[in-house]
């Protein structure tokens, strides 16, 4: 057995570590192991040598302490993270998850990444995703989809799949993905892990590739909920380099977890809107008896409405492809890796280049490139922005009387691979649940309420309202107490 299944968080490494039990080095081989014998495709690049350097310095510095950790100073000490492929680390292959970036290496680290490893943790690799971010079953990735991790059959949800896949069979500790429209949470729903989307502006993404630049962000993905809040803390907070970038402190979720958490001054909404009669029923019931539990806890219930639900997700994607033309109109096939051959003109290069990007991406451009347009740009691009704000405004109104927003993630738990081929709305849909928080900038999270007959991860999503990250990670923090005692 190995053994980095026997630790199920941060706090459990490093108390291994002061005991003499492992090494960071030692950890970090075994993880390495892990990833290498894996048929799961969480991966798209090792690091090996980044990794391995890392952990021998790591466990040179617990030699010097004498087995005792700086945690004030570095909180994520020897601990094994992946980060999703579309957020640089400096001399590593940054693929995108696409064939066009295939020899792209990253000039530089994001901010999110520095700010991790300054903290203590190790980079294993690079981590499996939707091409460009586009998809939410990770079939999308030009090289191999990621796998389930306990139902090989059955697709670990995207874009961040990689990064879903690996925290929950144990390929690394934390793990990085990104969040437009669900891409955190929908995976982790599917996968049965812990994913926060944070506030927009609340993580730098300075070093992410963009897709949708008013709406991506970067958050943890974690076994369980403590352990994201040491992740949110080490990466949160104001960064120059990005001008999204909120000027405030990082966050303190971590310290906030500490306090008392008493369900009966929470109240919170449900909007009928997430209820829908094509909601799949054992889905309905785990969400159902979650809500019962917690107004058993005396926590306030209420119905509310988002009367904007219906158009969420049309504004979403038209907004959304928008972006993404503007976004990928820098990826040539000369800069980023770009391959040069003999060409007759540079159209026929740029036809050539163009040729590597998948399906779903030439799509969202051309869609992109059309609502833009002179004569469309009015009828779609505009009108959506204003359904944006007025989706906001039923948030801001919802939020004046409650804390919390409470639904599923997905209408389904994950389904077969290639199920959705000839299918090629639902794979929109699977975002009807997801996409209001990035269209209003709230942070939201998915957490693990139950499980289907099948042995499926049931997520239940919950929102509040802008910068309230601290206060959300405290309510999951709670409710994950009652799951693990319910052992639901």
């Known amino acids: 057995m190995s053994i980095s299944v026997h630790f199920s968080s941060i706090t459990?490494?490093?108390?291994?570590?002061?005991r003499g039990e492992i090494s960071p080095l030692e950890l970090t081989q075994e993880y390495l192991k892990e990833i290498k014998s894996s048929q799961l495709g969480a991966y798209l690049e090792i690091c090996e040598n980044r990794a391995l350097d890392q952990a021998k310095q790591a466990t040179r510095l617990l030699e010097g302490q004498k087995g005792k950790i700086p945690l004030d100073q570095m909180p994520l000490f020897g601990i094994p993270m992946g980060v999703k492929d579309l957020i640089l680390v400096e001399g590593v292959r940054n693929t995108c998850g696409s064939k066009l970036m295939e020899n792209y290496i990253a000039p530089y680290t994001a901010t999110a990444v520095q700010l991790?490893?300054?903290?203590?943790?190790?980079?294993?690799?690079?981590?499996?995703?939707?091409e460009f971010g586009m998809g939410s079953s990770n079939e999308n990735s030009a090289f191999y989809p990621a796998r389930h991790p306990t139902h090989q059959d059955r697709v670990a949800g995207g874009s961040s799949g990689g990064s879903a896949a690996a925290v929950k069979a144990r390929l690394c500790m934390v793990s990085l993905g990104t969040d437009t429209g669900g891409s955190i949470r929908l995976p982790a729903s599917y996968c049965g892990i812990f994913g926060l989307k944070p506030s927009y502006g609340r993580v730098s993404r300075y070093g992410q590739v963009a897709y949708a630049s008013s709406m991506d962000q970067i958050g943890p993905m974690t076994q369980c909920v403590e352990d994201a809040?040491?992740?949110l803390d080490a990466i949160s907070g104001w960064d120059p380099k990005d001008i999204t970038s909120l000027r405030l402190p990082s966050t303190q979720s971590l310290l906030a977890l500490r306090k008392k958490w008493d369900w009966k001054d929470i109240k919170i909404g449900v909007p009928q809107e997430f209820f829908p009669e094509t909601l799949d029923n054992e889905v309905r019931a785990s969400l159902q008896k979650s809500m019962q539990w917690l107004e058993s806890q005396g926590a306030c219930l209420k119905k509310v409405s988002l009367p904007h639900a219906p158009y969420v997700v049309a504004a979403y994607y038209v907004i959304a492809m928008s972006e993404a033309s503007s976004n990928l109109a820098r990826f040539d096939g000369i800069r980023y890796g770009g391959q040069y051959s003999e060409m007759k003109s540079l159209e026929e290069f740029y036809q050539k280049a163009r040729s590597k990007l998948g399906s779903e991406v030439k799509q969202r451009i051309m869609l992109g490139n059309f609502v833009l347009s002179h004569e469309y740009s009015q009828a779609f691009f505009e009108r959506a922005c204003r359904v944006r704000r007025k989706i906001k405004q039923d948030f801001e109104q919802i939020f004046q009387s409650v804390d919390f927003i409470i639904g599923p993630v997905c209408p389904t738990t994950a389904h077969f691979l290639e199920e959705a081929k000839d299918e090629?709305?639902?794979?929109?849909?699977d975002d009807t649940f997801t996409t209001p928080a990035n269209l209003a900038g709230l942070p939201a999270m998915s957490i693990t309420c139950g499980k289907d007959q099948q042995g499926l991860p049931i997520g239940m999503q919950w929102i509040a309202p802008a910068l309230s990250d601290e206060k959300l990670i405290c309510a999951a923090h709670a409710f994950e107490k009652r799951r693990l005692n319910d052992a639901l």
Do not use: F, R
């Open 12 to 18: 459990k490494i490093h108390q291994a570590y002061e």
């Open 116 to 130: 991790l490893e300054s903290k203590g943790a190790i980079t294993l690799g690079k981590l499996n995703l939707d």
């Open 229 to 231: 809040a040491i992740v």
């Open 424 to 429: 090629p709305l639902k794979k929109y849909s």
